[in-house]
């Protein structure tokens, strides 16, 4: 496949269509807010016990109440020869993602920069930690998270193949 759109949509999800014929066809969809945070079940413990007066309908698969607006993919970047693909949300998180075409268990590395007034602006403190242990089935596979604080839209990004990040 050759032809193919890779999308960033509002729910945080990554999806690849294939475009070899006259409709767009999915082939892949990858959530980027499983990798971090696990999913809340219930509505009432996603918003605290507050009830909203106005009525909010789901529009595709957004739902607006339990989808964080600021898992919203805004920046996206591939490497087709090395096969990564680099996306980074509103919540100030990029994710580092590599094809891969078996089902492995990964604890993707996480590396939270703060970038506040309190640091030196040429040397940002940096804190590793580990997500937990997750299943993922063949496709793209997260490589690595960077979290930004305090949580910004992340503008632009670049991909250097020589580097290899």
């Known amino acids: 496949m050759t032809d193919l759109v890779i999308s960033g949509h509002e729910d945080g999800v990554i999806n690849i269509w294939t475009v070899s014929t006259s409709m767009m066809k999915l082939v892949y969809s990858q959530e980027t807010e499983r990798i971090?945070?696990?999913?809340?079940?219930?509505?009432?413990?996603?918003?605290?016990?507050?009830e909203d007066e106005v009525e909010m309908k789901p529009v595709?698969?957004?739902?607006?109440?339990?989808?964080?607006?600021n898992l919203s993919i805004c920046q996206m970047e591939l490497c087709p020869f090395d096969r990564v693909l680099c996306a980074a949300n509103k919540k100030g998180e990029i994710y580092k993602f590599k094809f891969n075409s078996a089902k492995r268990k990964l604890e993707t590395p996480i590396c939270n920069i703060d970038l506040s007034p309190?640091?030196?602006?040429?040397?940002?403190?940096?804190?590793k930690t580990h997500s937990a242990l997750i299943q993922f089935s063949p496709g793209l596979q997260p490589d690595l998270c960077?979290?930004?604080y305090p949580p910004t839209p992340i503008l632009t990004m670049a991909l250097n193949q020589v580097l290899d990040y």
């Open 60 to 69: 595709g698969r957004y739902n607006p109440y339990l989808n964080d607006p």
């Open 118 to 127: 309190s640091t030196e602006p040429d040397k940002p403190t940096e804190d």
């Open 36 to 50: 971090l945070e696990p999913k809340v079940s219930n509505l009432e413990d996603m918003m605290g016990g507050y």
């Open 146 to 148: 960077i979290k930004v």
